[in-house]
């Protein structure tokens, strides 16, 4: 017969999940267990430099075709860290690599 009378006393901790990488794209003063989560901070740089030099007047135009595939190619990366999911983010990083570095596509 179980003993009903004794109480056992637990303690729940709760970790901030993130990236703890002070030289990431995303890193997160607040995460207090690495998420594996970080981004290269040149590739983010990239993205976001491609991103803002859109020219809305002129969605028509190669730079700026290549600006919108790189960010959508910097997003599935981004996605795919969340995900943890290896093959898909050593994949997407490659692809992001190369648009960055590419000065004629």
Known sequence: MADLKKIYAFQISLNTPGCMDPN???YSASAEVDDGSCTDISLTLCAENAILGIDLGDCNNKETEKALKLYTVYRAYKESLDG?????????????????????C
């Open 24 to 26: 990431a794209g995303n």
């Open 84 to 104: 943890i999911n290896k093959t898909k983010t050593d994949m997407y990083k490659k692809k992001l690599i190369d648009l960055c570095n590419c000065k004629t």
